[in-house]
């Protein structure tokens, strides 16, 4: 339970202190801008917070970087013409209204063909499209799971799904539970295998150690490569609030 938050600033960088009754000290840095977020024990001194940070601030720097080159897309707009990302593909969506129920089916691999009714606003556009992309998503972990689950020796006894405005993924170790982030439908088949095993070596590991660096190696020895292929394709709008 968090007991208390608060911020400082250091070499520069806004940095945000949560003091939470943990044993290590972690620290994030998250999208779209690279806001700094820091868990700390509670038993740490505000000095000893600022060194470790100190300690680090040249993973921090490069992390917000990475993120400020990263594309972005505009807001959509959910009309004819605009491009959309399916499993790392890029495809222009071509919007039909007529009778039927709304759906979207993938057209001469070029398009994403959103067939709707009459008068359908943007947002009831784009709700269809998140299901399609649910669906999909769905489709696809359920094809994963199994063989994750032989390769890891990990039994997840729940994998959902979710919008995140920060994570790929995460789970729930005492409930084995995987969640995974709807974003990662539009991204390339490979980094979704890379999050999935990413969260399922968390229900061996907790945290970010040695130990779970060797134990993706074992598992996923190319992960990085999947890790900085996903960190590189283009974001999508969001009001990222926090």
């Not at 339970?1 to 840095?29: F, Q, W, Y």
């Not at 993120?67 to 969506?93: I, P």
């Not at 130990?211 to 283009?234: G, I, K, T």
């Amino acid at each position: 339970m968090t007991t208390e938050r608060r911020h400082i600033e250091v070499s520069g960088i806004p940095v945000e202190i949560r003091r939470k009754a943990i044993k290590n000290l972690h620290v994030g840095v998250y999208p779209p801008d690279g806001r700094v977020r820091v868990a700390a024990p509670e038993h740490l001194d505000d000095e000893a917070v600022r060194l470790a940070i100190v300690s680090r601030i040249g993973w921090i720097r490069r992390q917000r970087r990475s993120f400020t080159r990263q594309q972005r897309q505009s807001a959509r707009e959910m009309v004819t013409g605009e491009s959309h990302y399916f499993a790392g593909k890029r495809y222009l969506l071509n919007v039909l209204e007529g009778p039927g129920n709304p759906r979207v089916v993938v057209a001469n691999n070029l398009r994403l063909a959103l067939y709707v009714k009459a008068g359908m606003d943007h947002n009831s556009r784009q709700r269809v499209l998140e299901r399609w992309y649910r669906s999909q998503l769905k489709t696809r972990i359920s094809e994963l799971l199994p063989h994750w689950e032989r390769v890891t020796g990990v039994k997840v006894e729940d994998c959902r799904i979710k919008r995140m405005k920060t994570q790929w993924g995460s789970c729930n170790i005492e409930a084995r539970r995987v969640w995974l982030n709807l974003e990662l439908a539009k991204k390339a088949p490979r980094c979704l295998e890379y999050i999935l095993v990413h969260e399922m070596v968390h229900l061996l590991e907790r945290h970010h150690t040695d130990r779970f660096r060797a134990l993706m190696d074992q598992f996923m020895p190319d992960w990085r490569l999947h890790r900085d292929a996903l960190n590189e394709a283009p974001l999508a709008h969001e009001d990222w609030l926090y």
